[in-house]
C-alpha cells in the first residue's frame, strides 16, 4: 500500500521547462517501479516512462526522448518527471503510479496519484 501526490503542474509557454513530483507515503517507494502516464484532452491515458526501483533503468515514449527525464530519490521517498522543450501537444494530466513490473502498461501499476495538470500555449 502506497499513496502517490503528484504537483508542479501547472501552465507555461512552448518550449519551456516544469518539473513535477510524485511524493509517495505508506510502503517505502523504493519497492516499486514509477511509472508516468498522461491523458490528454479527448485522448486515452497514455504512457509517457518509467523508472526502475533504483533508479537504474528508464524508458521513455518516443515523443519525448530527449525532452523528458524521469528521475527518483528513495531516501525522500519522491519521484520527478523534468519536462524541457515543452510543445502544445504535451499538455495533459500527468499521473505517477507504482507499479511492479518496467513496462509500459497501466495494469501493471496498482497504485496511481490523483494527476497534476499541465497546460502548454503557444
Known amino acids: 500500500q502506497v499513496q502517490l501526490v503528484e504537483s508542479g503542474g501547472g501552465l507555461v509557454q512552448a518550449g519551456g521547462s516544469l518539473r513535477l513530483s510524485c511524493a509517495a507515503s505508506g510502503r517505502a517507494f523504493s519497492n516499486y517501479v514509477m511509472g508516468w502516464f498522461r491523458r490528454a484532452p479527448g485522448k486515452e491515458r497514455e504512457f509517457v516512462g518509467y523508472?526502475?526501483?533504483?533508479?537504474?533503468?528508464?524508458y521513455y515514449k518516443d515523443s519525448v526522448k530527449g525532452r523528458f527525464t524521469i528521475s527518483r530519490d528513495n531516501a525522500k521517498n519522491t519521484g520527478y518527471l523534468q519536462m524541457n522543450n515543452l510543445k502544445p501537444e504535451d499538455a495533459a494530466v500527468y499521473y505517477c503510479?507504482?507499479?511492479?513490473?518496467?513496462?509500459?502498461?497501466?495494469?501493471?501499476?496498482?497504485?496511481w496519484g490523483q494527476g497534476t495538470q499541465v497546460t502548454v500555449s503557444s
Open positions: 503510479a507504482a507499479g511492479n513490473v518496467e513496462v509500459g502498461l497501466e495494469k501493471v501499476y496498482n497504485y
Open positions: 523508472i526502475s526501483r533504483s533508479g537504474g533503468n528508464t
